[in-house]
């Protein structure tokens, strides 16, 4: 990593120096002082740099001898030399690209490119930008899905990234710039804009407040800064292969972000790619008439907030009808998860309340207005019962949160409905965070005892 690092810091620097030069060249310069040399040069770097009139450096004449052509390899020409020395007239090395075999193309400055005028007379001529390009993820998922994420509770980026090991929410950027010489254009500054799409991903641009957050993008392992226009500040230069190479990292929230590409100081059209941010393949839960029916809450952000995996969906239909026969009927479904899954926000301001509803895997039952012992008896056949026939044989791997009551929470069902959180981490057991069941029995047993006096009376 560490040599990659250098490799960019030096074609940084050259790209830096190669601008430079650029600027004191101008738009285009004669070549030599002299006129061209009438036969291809493989001679040696003593002959090339010969008569002293070519005012390059010994090291760039040097190089230039060996016809391996300017250094498009991202170092300096100095550092060549000293890697090759006396054998730099040898046959040229296979990984590096060759210049065309045009006479007097080696005589020009990276940047410019050999043109000869109406009067034969031969010029390097600065190259242009010509055309950009740039390749991203077509599909990632949101931050946080299928592998532990920070979430984002205070708006600092806790995004991270190991260019070795990509997150499911993170991706490959490469944009690529062209010059009028149809070769990569190294040292060109591009201009990087990030929008993401109003009400993509199941948001209501309408019913949302504050700061729709970006993707994090990446060049190496830092975050490049970046504008509330989504304009990316960090300056972004191609490297020797004409490159910017980037990462993506999607944020929580599902959403179709666009990149747009532009050449800063010339023109060299518009590259616009879109990533769309989202977990594949979730379906809208509709429950059969009579067994189950959509509920929410009086002040929703998300209309469509019922969808879920298709294994999940036959995991609800397992339990509701487990329910209704309980005499749990209709079965008050709330909040699944969003059309393209990610963070659920239930209050529309960009930050995390739903934690558990990103992937598809987990919904709300509304338990108000059903008596204890019910609620009671469908949690026990799916969280304790070994009985052949209880829910936890016809669906093991699910898990039921049973949410306590007020001032603390809002008594329902949250069911894991594959037994995992978002993030891909099992959960192992149900939970009765309010001590519902130790309720219902004691309801049960004070029940009892009641009819059991009453019997005795009797
Ligand atoms: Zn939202
Ligand atoms: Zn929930």
Known sequence: MQHHMKTVLCALIWAITVHAQAEERGE?????????????????????????????????AAGNAANSGLPNNGFP?????????????????????RVEQRQ??????????MVMDDRHQQWCQRIKPK??????????????IDAPFQLNRDGKN???????????????????VVGSDDKPLVGQAVKLVQTVEDDSGGHPERKHKGQ????????????????????????????????????????????????????????????????????????EYEPAEGTAQLVGGTNEKHEQRHYLTKQSIKNLEVMIKAMN??????????????????????????????????????????????????????????????????????????KILWHDGPPHDIEHFHVYLLGTAPNGTPKKSCQDAGGWMKKADEKAKAKADKEGKKETKG
Request: include cysteine.
């Open 131 to 144: 055309a950009i390009s740039m390749s991203v993820p077509v599909e990632l998922k949101p931050a946080g």
């Open 325 to 398: 026969k309980s005499g749990w009927k209709p079965v008050g479904v709330n909040d699944a998860a969003l059309p393209w899954g990610g963070l659920f926000d239930i209050s529309g301001n960009w930050r995390p309340s739903h934690f558990d509803h990103g992937a598809g895997t987990a919904v709300d039952l509304r338990t108000a207005n059903i008596e204890l012992g019910t609620k009671s008896q469908v949690y026990d056949s799916q969280c304790n019962s070994q009985d052949a026939n209880a829910l936890s044989n016809q669906l093991p791997s699910t």
């Open 77 to 97: 020409p100095p550092a060549r030399l000293d890697a090759h020395g006396q054998k730099l007239a040898g046959p040229p090395e296979p990984s590096r690209p």
């Open 158 to 176: 806790k995004h991270k990234l190991d260019p070795a090991k990509l997150a499911p929410w993170q991706g490959r950027v490469v944009v690529q």
């Open 212 to 283: 729709r957050p970006l993707a994090v993008l990446f060049l190496e392992k830092a975050a490049l800064a970046v504008n509330k226009q989504g304009e990316i500040t960090t300056p972004l230069v191609t490297d020797a292969q004409g490159q910017i190479k980037l990462f993506f990292s999607a944020p929580e929230f599902a959403g179709v972000h666009r990149l747009k590409a532009e050449c800063a100081q010339s023109t060299c059209g518009t590259a616009e790619e879109t990533v769309m941010v989202k977990v594949p393949d979730l379906a």
């Open 28 to 60: 285009r310069y004669q070549p030599t002082s002299t006129r061209c040399p009438s036969a291809p040069m493989l001679d040696t770097p003593s002959s090339n740099n010969g008569d002293g009139s070519s005012g390059l450096p010994p090291a760039r």
């Open 104 to 113: 007097c193309a080696k005589s020009c400055e990276a940047g410019y490119t």
